[in-house]
Each structure stands twice: as C-alpha cells, then as structure tokens.
C-alpha cells in the first residue's frame, strides 16, 4: 500500500449509493468510490444533495448521474435501477445507506439488494 491507496479494481465498475446525500457516509462512500474510479448512481431522497454529489463526482472525473427513490418506495427503486440500467448497461455494487426510516428498514432495501446483486454484467436481470 503505497501512499495510503490501494487499489480496489473498481474502474469500470457502477456503484449505486443510497443515502449519498446530506454531507455523512453515503456522501464519503460516493466520493471514496469515485476515486478509486467506479462511476456513481448518487441516489438520495433530497434532490438538491443528490444532484450536488454527482456533479462532484463528474468533477473529480468520475461518470455519475443523480437519482431520487425514496428506498421505501417499491416504484422508487425500481426507477432507480432501471435508470442505472439505461444509462450505464449494469450495476456492480449496491451501498444501501438509508436515513432514519422509523421502526425498521422497508423490504424494499432488502429488495434492492436482490435485484442489485442479480443483474448480469450485461446489464440483463
């Protein structure tokens, strides 16, 4: 481990983050990813901190667009995956950093993961 990086064999590879907004870990992890070369799926439920997080990962040239599910909405995370689809042919890694969501995590992030971890590298489910 030369200069405190190493190297992740992340390049190339599309990450969804969700929660990647409101300045704590989901933003971190985007940005941490970014620079070890993952494109990102910034999803967050505000769109302002959603849209500022992939514009500053398109700054530190990494390819990353914007989403807005909320992960406790099925139809949400549906759109999101599918637009990561469109945009990008497949997803490699799914981070699920949800904000407070009451008594207990939705089966939708349960969901996501599932049909995160069941997509073919090219792009079909």
Do not use: H
């Amino acid at each position: 481990m030369a200069g405190g990086s190493m190297d992740l064999n992340l390049k190339g590879k599309v990450a969804i983050v969700t929660g990647a907004g409101g300045g704590g870990i989901g933003t971190s992890v985007a940005y941490e990813l970014a620079g070890e070369g993952a494109t990102i799926v910034a999803n967050d439920i505000d769109r302002g901190w959603a849209d500022r997080v992939a514009k500053q990962v398109v700054s530190m040239g990494a390819r990353s667009i914007a989403t807005y599910a909320d992960v406790a909405s099925f139809k949400d995370c549906t759109a999101m995956v599918d637009k990561a689809l469109s945009e990008f042919k497949r997803v490699d890694i799914l981070v699920t950093i949800p904000a407070y969501m009451g008594s207990g995590v939705s089966p939708t992030a349960a969901w996501i993961i599932f049909t995160a971890s069941s997509m073919s590298p090219s792009g079909a489910r």
